[in-house]
């Protein structure tokens, strides 16, 4: 099973960026699909983006599309996920997940430990 550990959160302003990352050991990324979940306080964990790691193919969550990256280095076995024009409602725990089956926003086998991201105004 591969092991996922995040890092880049922080405090950020609205408007703001953030880049986070996901490094993978234990287990090659090969054969996962790799994604992001969040989870805001007092609410369910959401999709917000994943990647087929074979194909590259990308799938984002409405609330994301245009301001959101995900993306991958598979030399470094790390996945990314650059946020733009960040606003408040973006505040939340994020986790990296890792699946074998494609679309990962139907679920995920593996999750990191979360990193958490504060948007203020």
């Known amino acids: 099973q591969v092991q996922l550990v995040e890092s880049g959160g922080g405090l950020m302003q609205t408007g703001g960026s953030l880049r986070l990352s996901c490094a993978a050991s234990g287990r090659t990324f090969s054969g996962y699909h790799m994604g992001w979940f969040r989870q805001a306080p007092e609410k369910e964990r959401e999709f917000v983006a994943g990647i087929n790691w074979i194909s590259g193919r990308t799938d984002y969550a409405d609330s994301v599309k245009g301001r959101f990256t995900i993306s991958k280095n598979n030399a470094k076995n790390t996945l990314y996920l650059q946020m733009n024009n960040l606003n408040r409602e973006d505040t939340a725990v994020y986790y990296c997940?890792?699946?074998?089956?494609?679309?990962?926003?139907?679920?995920?086998?593996?999750w990191g430990q979360g990193t958490q991201v504060t948007v203020f105004s």
């Open positions: 997940a890792a699946s074998i089956n494609y679309p990962i926003r139907a679920g995920a086998a593996s």
